[in-house]
């Protein structure tokens, strides 16, 4: 149906109070298998790619795959650069088409991640309707080329999320409130759902201005994803879970056919595989039947 950016979705989504899902994807099989997953739910969808796989197939040739898919779905989708660190590799994938762009200076000096935030959102409104995310405090564990060590992470500071948003001109912001990128050391994370409420409240609550963001999607329990989209969560990040099922399907299927070589079946149960996650993801958001 149509190739949009994240803010027109997450405004509707935060306005409407359920989710986006956001899912990080490394090959043509994942783009696919979240792509069908969405069309059979009516689920709108954020494709996301890191900057390794970016890098290593090609911004360009990514786009020009999620054109032709987005294209001949009948819904509306949006391709998401995830948590870049450099500014110039920001604007070349938005020159190359991705719809909206993360640039993660998180870990700079207050006044530096405003100054590269700001850097991206000039450019990528002056190619058009080119969204951007920006993120204040610091997400502990690994994505992609971010790493953060637990003891370093910080929350983000209500006090200078307004600052930030109004200094910067985000479309959409990702506070750092406890989770975590990768598979959780417990299974009840610690969040802190008052901070995350108060900057809901600082940026949403007299009218909806800047969708928020949630890093960190594997492993966290259904009622605490729930309780976030409650409290105003509009985009859901999953990677690390779709990372795994892609590496366990393969190994299951390699195994339980030893004699076989035939490289599409593998394809097959990867797709399938990756769907039932997607399934699973779409139904706890909120966002099935939303594509309209
Ligand atoms: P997980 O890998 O924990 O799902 O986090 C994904 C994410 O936040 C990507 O930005």
Redesign the pocket.
């Known amino acids: 149906m149509s190739i949009v950016n994240a803010k027109e979705l997450l405004m509707k989504a935060t306005r409407e109070k359920y989710a986006v899902g956001?899912f990080?994807i490394t090959n043509l099989i994942l783009m696919e298998a979240v792509v069908e997953a969405a069309v059979d739910r009516k689920a709108p969808l954020i494709i996301?790619t890191?900057v390794t796989p970016a890098k290593f197939l090609g911004a360009r040739v990514l786009v020009a795959i999620f054109r032709e898919l987005a294209q001949a779905a009948p819904i509306p989708i949006c391709l998401h650069l995830?948590?870049c660190t450099d500014v110039e590799f920001c604007k070349l994938c938005t020159d190359a088409g991705y719809t909206n762009i993360?640039i993660d200076a998180s870990k700079q000096a207050f006044e530096e991640n405003i100054r590269q935030t700001r850097a991206v959102v000039d450019y990528a409104h002056a190619k058009g309707a080119i969204s951007v995310e920006g993120e204040l405090g610091t997400?502990s564990?690994v994505?992609d080329q971010v790493k953060v060590v637990e003891n370093e992470a910080a929350l983000c500071n209500p006090a200078q999320v307004v600052e930030f948003v109004e200094k910067t001109g985000v479309d959409i912001f990702a506070p750092a409130i406890g989770?975590?990128?990768?598979?959780y050391k417990t299974p009840d994370p610690k969040i802190d759902f008052d901070r995350f409420e108060k900057i809901s409240l600082l940026l949403n609550g007299h009218g909806v201005k800047v969708p928020l963001v949630v890093?960190?999607?594997?492993?966290l329990p259904p009622a605490t994803v729930k309780r976030l989209v409650a409290l105003g969560g509009a985009k859901f990040?999953?990677?690390?879970?779709l990372?795994y099922t892609l590496i366990d399907s393969v190994y299951e299927y390699i195994t339980s056919h030893r004699d076989e070589y035939d490289p599409g079946k593998i394809d097959k149960a990867v797709k399938a595989s990756v769907k039932e996650k997607i399934y699973y993801w779409i139904d706890l958001l909120g966002c099935a039947g939303r594509a309209a």
């Open positions: 956001a990080n996301q890191s995830d948590h993360m997400v564990g994505e989770t975590a990128h990768g598979v890093h960190g999607g594997t492993g990040n999953v990677s690390t879970e990372k």
